[in-house]
């Protein structure tokens, strides 16, 4: 009888440490789990018991249990709970860092911030100075990722967003993941992906656009050529992996919709290219074929006729058929690197055929610790004009990640042609043939 009053005392009393427990700590501790409550109901009923004990020579059984008795169940039970939640926060936050631990592993966050001042010395008639970002490197915010499957494969992705620093919109024309957006497999022998991806004239050339990497002022002439990086959209493409320096790569592409509702037209795009690569020496090839292309020469270089048709500088289309073929390579010379590449891009429609033809050299030299010096020289022609450009620039490494950088760029182009310098679409046109650019900028990477 006794043993049995002792365990509903402890019970009682228990349920009253646990009710006035959950109310002091907060109704989010109510919910205590079932081997919690039965650990601090031991717990009390060992305390009720205890007490008790001592109690029984000289008061009844039935006797309510004392202030002092329902103290010390309180503070035990108090000591539990709180150690309880110790033990259940440090598993939680146990748990929370190895999964942030696997999805870092899995899951890189990277971008690019380019930022400081342009001078150009004729821009639609005038000349001007003013800040200017994603300059020599677009402003951009990525994730890339991988995980291990089975078979030796391993799935990967990357998705990156396009933005004006200035402004904080998209320079992808709106488009949200505008610079690269891209999923699929890959093995030891290569990587097949899916989605909008650059091609291969960007892969295998874009380091070799020595111009470009002193300021994209002096990119390849209105970037015809797609040296400074195009992506194609709903591409499949094939890239395989590095064999003793060698490796190679496949691109198609068809504008048919994707699924229902998509946007589509009748645009088809190839592209293939291969690359050398023996320390001192490189070497490089790349191809890209696009049927019903939209180009803009008037604007991208300033000429006022192509292909047998007037050019009328409003923003109008000219669609044609575009092939493009580009060789480069780099050679070591003790400390300076010289740079070199060489592009035809032919047009066609209606039966007219207009080629554009790109020369350019030059090279990097380290003149100081962390400082390099860049120089390039680009000679192309269209049709019955030319264009000569020089540019000249430094770089100071600040780290790893942040580099200052400093260039002047001009240009000549032939008579009646309204200058306009590098990747197209960077400045308005000259209302000359003559077109001079300076920038100090600074990039920041993470």
Known sequence: MRRNTYSTLALVCSMCVLSESAFAYGAEDQQLSPEAEARIRAIVEKVVRDTLAKQQQTASAQAPVNNDTKEAIRGIVKEEVTQAKAQAATRDSSHTADI????????????????????VSNEGGSS???????????????????????????????????FNLSDGTTSQYGTTWGRQAYAGLEN???????????????????????????????????????????????????????????KFGIMYATDDAAYPGQASGNKETLSLGASYFAGPWSLAAAYVRIDNNDIYPDLQIGVSELLG???????????????????????????????????????????????????????????????????????????????????????????????????????????????NQGAGWYLDNSSDNRQDTARLGMVYTF
């Open 100 to 119: 942030i631990n696997e999805v870092t592993e899995k899951v890189k966050l990277y971008g690019v911030l380019d930022y400081g001042l342009t001078y």
């Open 128 to 162: 001007k100075t003013g800040e200017r970002d994603g300059v020599n490197w677009g402003n951009r915010l990525g994730l890339t990722g991988s995980q291990d499957l089975d078979w030796g494969l391993k799935a990967v992705f990357t998705i990156e967003h396009g």
């Open 188 to 246: 030891k022998w290569g990587r097949l992906t899916f989605g909008r991806q650059y091609d291969f004239v960007y892969d295998y050339m874009n380091q070799l656009n020595i111009g470009g990497y002193a300021t994209t002022y002096a990119g390849h002439h209105g970037d015809f050529d797609r040296i400074s990086g195009w992506r194609v959209d709903r591409s499949i493409k094939f890239q395989s992996a590095t064999f003793d320096g060698f």
């Open 309 to 419: 048709q007037k050019l009328t500088f409003d923003g109008s289309a000219l669609i044609v058929n575009q092939e493009t073929a580009i060789v480069g390579g780099h050679y070591q010379l003790g400390k300076f690197t010289l740079v070199g590449n060489t592009s035809q891009t032919t047009f066609k429609r209606d039966g007219e055929k207009d080629t554009q033809h790109v020369y350019e050299i030059g090279g990097y030299y380290p003149v100081a610790e962390k400082t390099t010096a860049i120089v390039g020289y680009q000679y192309s022609t269209l049709a019955n004009d030319d264009w000569n450009q020089y540019t000249v620039g430094v770089k100071r490494d600040l780290s790893e990640k942040t580099w200052l950088y400093a260039s002047y760029s001009w240009m000549k182009a032939s008579d009646g042609v309204r200058a």
